[in-house]
């Protein structure tokens, strides 16, 4: 609409000026000789003006051209189509100049052609600058939104400007802040510092009590000598905890109230919750997931002032709150760090002293087991070997008798020397047992034997009552089942003084006999038709009773801490239960054992014949001692007295003995070259180079299975026999070494070789 109106205007004022000279206006009166300006002065001065102006012209497209080409200008076309108008109107007056005078026809038609195109260069720019104009509205708008954003730009850069002087007050007060880690100091160092920076009339810190139902005021820039408390469901303080942000509080709620100071009147109040974390709030790593305990900062600005809270003030209280309550939760770690810190130390030292009782304890234990093993064991197995050794004569009936008890009475004592010795050592309370097949009736017989003189050497009568019906050949611990025998009996012997008579019954449990007895319920399983239940009952009557009665066998089990607290009977009772039996005693008025009961459950076998060794009977035993005659054995034992018996043991089945004190005497015996040793018994236990080291060694250089290597040693370890087996050790004989028990491994590794061949 408005390209049209313009065009219009233009056409218009053209049109009349073209119709100016028929308007009946009165022409120029150029000819007046009275006039002041005459023809020539006017000729001459329009010619100087058209010269003048046509250089004007001609300068100024000189100077839109270097503009143009100094600078990126929009609508360049728009500037070189203004260049163009301006050259042909400065050619039109400089061709309109030589006109004045004399001129010719070509000048003329020159001027008319420029003219014409000047003409037509001026109705095309204004036609131009009728289509320029919205863009250039365009421009200007464009220049408003520039300004514009310029005007937001620079907000921002203050926004950023007043952010980063809050940063630098947040940075001036977290390090006044974290300059401690008591967290006594942090909250009053937050409240001063923040009083500082904000201009604050008062603040505070409110902290929950131990319940969790009041909040209390803890701590205060101004501070007073009463403590205030307000409910924890008030609902400025619901509302603080359940936002993450600062809130405006009215000065008449109870913690603007509280916080106030000693003016009681509260200006414009902000609060804000800060978390307080412990150690006890992390597991794994993680916070758990429990309810966080709170604390709040009220802030309160100085009355009668006309201010109020900024965004950058909130903002600043927002960081520093965070940080505070970064920093309490770090103080509150370092100290429970410390506290754990101070009780590890502390267990530590307990620690340590615990290691120096152990290697006391170890060292204590070391010197028993070297007393134990110098001055008993190795003393016991020699005995035990001598005795041995003696049993194989040919013995009167009386002798053998003796011999025997002896000889049984020293198992007993080796045992209690190893369980000693081994219970020291694994420190499980546990006792290796030997179930093997016995005979039932030649172990009572012993036991009753050596009760017998034992009561006799304590001034007691001794009676014996064993059921004519009891197995002979069962399965079981023969050693142990006699040791708790003889410990009944002897326990019985050293708490009564006043004389009787021991009486010794076995009897085997059948049908409904002793279900009534608490004790027995207890302990009895589920019998089967392979098994025996085995009842021993050793009892003292006093001497005015009858005779084999048994009221004082009998009776209800008593445990009490004078009677079974003794050590002896508790390591007594630990051996049969690993045997799935029951022990228990009846005591006396006094308090000591009166009688004592053991049940034991064994295992039946087809009854064997066995023949006892009688004077002349030695055919069968002359036979099995043929393959031992003349073997050649390296014995190899450090102890003197323990070698010389088992050399004897060998010489006596007929071997020819090469013995030895080391190991490295055996290896230089054996040689790589080879020697006429057929069997090697080896002691394990020896120092510098011990038993396996020096089987090892022998297995290397020998190829095969010769000589035959047999294992010496008191150790009960179950892992043992692996052990030898891969070092190349053919068999094991338990110390201490017996006639019987030497001779018979021999022919067993021997038989075993000869197959092999």
């Known amino acids: 609409m408005l390209k049209a109106v313009a065009s219009g205007l233009l056409i218009t004022s ?31 001065c329009q010619r100087v003006g058209d010269f003048l102006i046509a250089v004007a012209y001609f300068s100024i497209p000189i100077e839109l051209l270097y503009f143009i080409s100094c600078s990126n200008v929009p609508f360049k076309w728009v500037l070189i189509q203004f260049i163009a108008f301006i050259v042909l109107c400065g050619l039109t007056h400089l061709l309109n100049g030589w006109t004045y005078g004399p001129h010719t026809f070509q000048l003329m038609v020159a001027l008319t052609v420029s003219k014409i195109l000047t003409a037509l260069v001026s109705c095309a720019t204004a036609i131009t600058l009728i289509t320029l104009i919205p863009l250039l509205l365009k421009v200007k708008v464009r220049e408003f939104m520039l300004k514009k954003k310029t005007w937001d730009l620079g907000r921002e850069v203050d926004n950023i400007m007043r952010q980063r002087e809050a940063a630098v007050h947040v ?73 993450d942000r600062v809130n405006i509080l009215s000065p008449d709620s109870a913690l603007a109230v509280g916080s106030s100071g000693a003016s009681g009147e509260a200006g414009p109040v902000a609060a804000i919750r800060m978390p307080m974390l412990r150690v006890c709030n992390f597991k794994g790593g993680t916070p758990e997931l429990r309810q966080t305990c709170y604390a709040i900062l009220v802030l309160i600005l100085p009355t009668g002032e006309p201010r109020s809270w900024s965004n950058q003030e909130l903002e600043i209280i927002k960081v520093v709150a965070d940080q505070v309550a970064v920093a309490l939760s770090h103080a509150a770690i370092l100290e429970e760090s410390q506290l754990m810190r101070e009780k590890l130390e502390e267990q530590n030292r307990a620690l340590q002293q615990a290691k120096r ?37 040919n013995l009167k009936y009386e002798q053998k008798l003796i011999v025997d008890a002896m000889l049984r009475t020293s198992n007993v004592l080796s045992n209690l020397i190893n369980d000693a010795m ?53 399965m079981g611990d023969e050693r142990r089942v006699f040791q708790v025998i003889l410990h009944m009996v002897g326990n019985l012997l050293q708490h009564n003084h006043g004389g009787g008579i021991l009486v010794f019954r076995v009897f085997a449990e059948t049908g409904s006999q002793g279900r009534s007895d608490k004790g027995w319920t207890t302990w009895r399983p589920s019998s089967s038709s392979g098994d025996v239940n085995i009842r ?94 003349s073997l050649q054995v390296l014995l190899v034992d450090n102890d003197d007295v323990n070698r010389a018996v088992t050399q004897k043991l060998l010489q ?37 180079l011990d038993g396996f080291e020096v089987a090892t060694r022998i297995r290397k250089f020998r190829s095969g299975n010769r000589p035959m290597i047999v294992a010496l040693t008191a150790s009960a370890e179950e892992d043992l026999w692996d052990r030898c087996m891969q070092v190349g050790i053919n068999g094991v004989i338990r110390k201490p070494v017996l006639l019987q028990g030497i001779a018979s491994e021999l022919r067993r590794i021997l038989m075993q070789g000869n197959n092999v061949l």
Request: some cysteine; charged content about 20%.
């Open 357 to 393: 009782n152990a290697l006391m304890a170890s060292q204590a234990r070391n010197a028993f087991q070297k007393v134990m093993s110098d001055g008993m064991r190795r003393p016991m197995h020699s005995i035990l070997g001598l005795l041995s050794m003696i049993q194989d004569d």
């Open 652 to 688: 006596k089945l007929g071997c020819v003995v090469t013995p030895v004190t080391s190991g490295f005497e055996c290896l230089t015996v054996i040689g790589p070259a080879g020697s006429s040793i057929q069997v090697i018994l080896l002691d394990l236990h020896m120092p510098d």
């Open 14 to 44: 053209v049109l009349i000026c073209v119709s100016a000279n028929d308007n009946g206006f009165p022409r120029c009166n150029c000819d007046d000789e009275a006039s002041l300006w005459t023809i020539e002065s006017i000729l001459e």
């Open 171 to 243: 940075r001036m007060l977290t390090q006044e802040i974290r300059k401690s880690l008591d967290r006594h100091t942090i909250l009053y160092t937050t409240l001063v510092e923040l009083s500082k920076t904000l201009s604050l009339q008062n603040c505070a810190v409110w902290m929950p009590n131990v319940d969790k139902t009041e909040m209390n005021l803890t701590h205060e820039l101004n501070g007073r000598n009463f403590n205030l408390s307000i409910p924890i469901n008030d609902p400025d303080v619901v509302r603080i905890k359940g936002s």
């Open 536 to 629: 021993f009952e050793i009892g003292i009557n006093s001497s005015d009773s009858e005779v084999g009665s048994s009221s004082g066998l009998g009776g209800r089990k008593y445990n009490s801490d004078r009677v079974g607290g003794r050590l002896s009977f508790n390591i007594c009772k630990r051996v049969v239960q690993l045997m799935q039996g029951n022990i228990w005693l009846v005591p006396c008025a006094h308090g000591y054992p009166q009688s004592m009961t053991l049940l034991l459950r064994f295992q039946l076998r087809p009854s064997i014949t066995i023949a006892i060794s009688e004077p002349g009977e030695g055919s069968e035993r002359s036979d099995s001692n043929s393959m031992l005659r």
């Open 422 to 474: 081994d219970n020291s050592t694994k420190d499980d309370g546990r006792f290796p047992l030997e179930i093997r097949s016995f005979g039932l009736h030649s172990m009572l017989k012993e036991a009753a034997c050596l009760s017998k003189c034992m009561c006799v050497y304590g001034g007691f009568g001794f009676m014996v009552e064993v059921e004519k019906s009891l197995p002979d050949n069962v």
